[in-house]
């Protein structure tokens, strides 16, 4: 294991930042990290900044070692500071002491994960989904009844909607909520053991009211998913008659969050405690919304809490640049091996194989920044109001479904390569890695599992690829089909292979110059989506006229491919978004590095894939096998840069808080250096054996 022991010197330096081998070298671009480091923070920039003086400061931090009784305490308190500095009300109505600032909130929000992601998730339970769910799905009354409790602390809330049975399936969870006409009551109940609301933030311990997702049941007819207003403890904590509940206990993560369930049997709400923005119950049991269609209006009601998706799709980014900072930290200043000296041993990022651990991470990082900024002003345009068309809030729902399960995905990868990178140092709890790793293990099934929020995308996808033949014609129809089978013939001959191949013989610069255009990057990655798009749609099309059953099970069939063809989707948003940042950077030096972190990424992406370009034909195999080699002579020109591009991130040592990347292992290194170049000046260093036997031969 890795000493990571402070030296005699007993004095810990600033991070350092080391000199960069061959990045002053006239003839090479240098980067302005500065102006990339605002860029970076995005729309929001200053906001930002705020947020990480907060997280800066050591009473918003998470100390290592509690207890989970003691976490949880001290995060609930953390809660209190947050309320009493101002920092966690923007997103409310200004008439309630609010900014309605949508998007300079969740920027503030996800920059608590810097602190303690236990405090970024219960403070999001609190404002983000509690407070958020009364916000948006209740009216003026449910406003001023509610909404200062919640947003003073006063009232700590649970968010009851998944049911130990019911995860991702909201539509099919099984609480009720039957309308008394008599009393002018709902009748809340979950009626067998998998119908438990679980999983929920604040509901072992602090939550004193709940909004709760149920069935809305009326004259005898189920209206579907709604959400309740509903009280579950008195003052000394104890439950209100009819609601139990049990605590989830220890977690693999998050600890300092009191993660609960909650049951309820024969509990009695008045009416006007349902959030009746979208669907509301007169006196008489009659019901009325002005959405006509049930399934868009259980949308339109989910649709409405997106901004769990959006703020984790940013702190997870967040998270896995504070890994990669601590990591590339770390290896250009852990020596190991002696490679090119007799006597130096060489730092661990001038390794091949470390470039190629942490460097490609970075650069899917970066398009995470860049294409997270995107989500956030779109975020902000819908719920400001500024776009507010029904396809505007699919559209944002689409992308919170898109990026928020790459994003997680990306964390935990990037969290365990850097826990790796790292050695034995990279297992100990002071250089936050294995901590963060825990905490965000839950973020890729938080707001939704992953790959069913994929499925989602895909059909939204496939949904407008049926668009484009709604009404069409039998020309239409035909042409297409005619430039379907055009291109399947020209891709799946070979004809396509063969022009590679005559075009790139005899030259690898020339077989990947092609790749390194961004157009080209463009096609290749458009292409897939369309045609995975478009094979799928041809096939799930011959299963409409199909018994239920016998549709379902093609259906099933495709699942896989679906998925993956909306994760490509998601791939191509993201590269996107990274060429318009790449676009609008000013600096000339700063500009080149980044068109090649984004070629990085964009190549990286086509390597992943590489075995459906060349069964696709859409690669020749020479041109396929150069696209590792160009992605290797692109790792090894960023290596220089690897510094200023984590640097760019803003992460200072209150930050990181890891000791290996506070310039302690460089003073250690530093110390061990001298002491042998003293041994060997003095000429009383030891002869090694290696070095007799040498001479011994040469003899």
């Not at 003086?53 to 947050?82: K, N, W, Y």
């Not at 998944?162 to 909520?177: C, F, L, N, Q, R």
């Not at 009659?286 to 949308?299: A, D, L, N, V």
């Amino acid at each position: 294991m890795v000493d990571t022991a402070p030296s005699t010197t007993d004095q810990r330096p600033t991070a350092p930042k080391p000199a960069r081998p061959d990045s002053e070298a006239s003839d090479r671009p240098k980067v302005d990290v500065e102006a990339l480091g605002r860029q970076l923070l995005g729309t929001w920039a200053d906001i930002r900044l705020e947020a990480r003086e907060r997280a800066a400061q050591p009473e918003f931090q998470r100390i290592e070692g509690q207890s989970m009784a003691e976490h949880r305490e001290r995060v609930l308190a953390q809660l209190q500071l947050l309320v009493d500095t101002g920092a966690v009300h923007r997103a409310f109505p200004k008439e309630l002491g609010g900014a309605d600032d949508h998007g300079g909130n969740i920027a503030a929000f996800e920059e608590l994960v810097i602190a303690d992601p236990s405090l970024q998730i219960k403070s999001g339970v609190q404002w983000g989904l509690f407070g958020a769910a009364v916000l948006h799905l209740g009216t003026t009354s449910h406003h001023e009844r509610f909404l200062p409790k919640i947003m003073s602390l006063e009232v700590p809330g649970a968010f009851a909607m998944t049911e130990t049975g019911h995860g991702s399936d909201v539509a099919s969870i099984a609480t009720t909520a039957t309308y008394d006409e008599a009393t002018e009551e709902f009748v809340i109940n979950t009626p067998f053991r998998g119908a438990w609301k679980d999983y929920l933030g604040n509901a072992a311990l602090h939550g004193k009211d709940a909004v709760v997702f149920a069935q809305l049941i009326t004259k005898g007819v189920n209206h579907g998913v709604h959400a309740f207003y509903i009280h579950l403890r008195d003052d000394e904590g104890n439950f209100l008659p009819g609601i139990g509940g049990e605590d989830d206990g220890l977690k693999g993560g998050l600890n300092g969050i009191d993660n609960g369930r909650l049951h309820f049997t024969g509990v009695r709400i008045p009416r006007d405690y349902l959030l009746n923005r979208y669907g509301d119950v007169a006196a008489d049991g009659t019901y009325s919304s002005p959405i006509q269609s049930p399934g868009r209006r259980f949308f339109t009601m989910l649709g409405t809490l997106v901004q769990g998706r959006v703020s984790l799709d940013g702190a997870a980014t967040a998270a896995a640049a504070m890994a990669l900072t601590i990591a590339i930290t770390y290896a250009t200043q852990r020596r190991q091996f002696t490679g090119a000296s007799e006597t130096e041993e060489e730092v661990l990022l001038d390794y091949g194989r470390h470039q190629r651990r942490l460097i490609p991470r970075l650069a899917t990082v970066y398009a995470q920044t860049f294409a997270h900024d995107e989500f956030l002003v779109k975020f902000d345009a819908v719920f400001s109001g500024k776009a507010a068309s029904d396809e505007d809030r699919e559209d944002l729902e689409t992308i919170a479904a898109a990026l928020k399960p790459l994003s997680t995905w990306h964390a935990l990868d990037t969290l365990q390569e850097a826990r790796e990178a790292c050695g034995g140092a990279g297992f100990l709890a002071e250089n936050r890695i294995v901590g963060l790793r825990q905490d965000l293990d839950v973020y890729v099934t938080f707001e939704g599992d992953n790959n069913v929020l994929l499925q989602l995308v895909a059909k939204r996808l496939l949904t407008d690829y049926s668009k484009q033949f709604k009404g069409a014609g039998f020309g239409a129809l035909a042409r297409y089909a005619v430039g379907q089978t055009a291109g399947k013939a020209l891709h799946g001959t070979g004809l396509r292979r063969l022009g590679q191949n005559l075009a790139d013989l005899g030259s690898t610069a020339r077989s990947v110059s092609g790749l390194r255009d961004e157009k080209a990057q463009h096609d290749l990655l458009t292409d897939r989506v369309e045609t995975m798009i478009a094979e799928i749609a041809g096939r799930l099309n011959e299963a409409r006229k199909l018994p239920k059953a016998d549709a379902a099970a093609v259906f099933n069939r495709n699942q896989n491919e679906l998925i993956e063809a909306a994760r490509a989707h998601a791939e191509l948003l993201q590269w996107e978004a990274f060429t318009r940042g790449v676009e609008h950077t000013a600096d000339a030096g700063t500009k080149q590095v980044l068109t090649w972190v984004r070629d990085l990424f964009g190549l990286g992406l086509i390597e992943k894939h590489l075995e459906w370009y060349l069964i696709h034909g859409r690669l020749s195999p020479q041109r396929a096998q150069s696209v590792t080699a160009y992605i290797d002579r692109l790792i090894e020109r960023l290596r220089p840069y690897a510094l200023d591009l984590v640097h760019a991130f803003g992460y200072g040592d209150e930050h990181l808080r890891a000791k290996i990347a506070s310039g302690a292992e460089q003073q250690r290194q530093d110390e061990a250096r001298a002491y042998f170049d003293a041994q060997r000046a003095s000429g009383e260093a030891p002869v090694h054996e290696k070095t007799l036997a040498k001479k011994a031969k040469k003899k």
